[in-house]
């Protein structure tokens, strides 16, 4: 099946440093990956689209100088976030679309936390 | 605005019995919807879906049942085992799954399955 691996599962970073996130699709081509945000209790909001080759959709309210977006390979997308703050700290989670059957497919999700 | 909702934040079940999952949408353009299993500090994995052609669709102990009129949608597991514990997502997109739409999530709801 398809698989969707995230890293790191898990940092700490302080105020103001800058953390970067990966989302790689294992075993197929990904043109388009999604990244969504979950604050607690708390649904998984989308963030941004990633499309290879170009800019990163952003949804509303969503700062993309803060939350920078490369998707430079068909296998790789990455989110940085610049800058951090501790109201950045939340757990973000990317996503796929399989090209078969449709299906999205998740990574394991990056839990980010400033000090 | 929530797009879609999960009115109960939590469920409890008895083991063996038939958990029912509710999930109410709002916007009409939605046509394709997703029920995702949660656990903690991990990424949704993906459970079964319906298209808006559809009203039923089944996979083992899963059936979602789609009511467009109502744009309500259930999940029902039955028979109920305590690995069903989780948060349960209800999601949705607007492009009958074939495009590059990202979801649009519930607030989930925390299914508890008692022994």
């Known amino acids: 099946g398809a698989v969707v691996s995230q890293h790191p599962s898990r940092v700490i970073c302080k105020s103001g440093t800058s953390v970067k996130i990966e989302c790689r699709s294992l075993d197929f081509q990904a043109t388009t990956m999604f990244w969504y945000r979950q604050f607690p209790k708390q649904s998984l909001m989308l963030m941004a689209t990633s499309n290879e080759g170009s800019k990163a959709t952003y949804e509303q309210g969503v700062e993309k100088d803060k939350f920078l977006i490369n998707h430079a390979s068909l296998t790789l997308s990455t989110l940085t976030v610049t800058s951090a703050h501790p109201e950045d700290s939340s757990f973000y989670i990317c996503?796929?679309?399989?090209?078969?059957?449709?299906?999205?497919?998740f990574g394991s999700g990056t839990r980010l936390t400033v000090v | 605005d929530q797009q879609v909702k999960q009115n109960s934040p939590s469920l409890s079940v008895q083991e063996g019995r038939i958990s029912i999952l509710n999930c109410d949408y709002t916007?009409?353009?939605?046509?394709?919807f997703l029920w995702y299993k949660k656990y903690p500090a991990e990424g949704p994995t993906f459970l079964i879906s319906?298209?808006?052609?559809?009203d039923k669709n089944e996979d083992g102990r899963f059936t979602v049942f789609l009511n467009k009129s109502a744009k309500h949608l259930s999940l029902h597991i039955v028979p109920s085992q305590p690995g069903d514990s989780a948060v349960y997502f209800c999601a949705a997109s607007g492009y009958s799954g074939g495009g590059a739409d990202g979801l649009t999530f519930g607030k989930g709801t925390h299914l508890i399955i008692q022994p």
């Open positions: 996503s796929a679309r399989a090209p078969l059957n449709y299906g999205y497919t």
């Open positions: 319906i298209s808006s052609i559809k």
């Open positions: 916007n009409s353009m939605f046509d394709y």
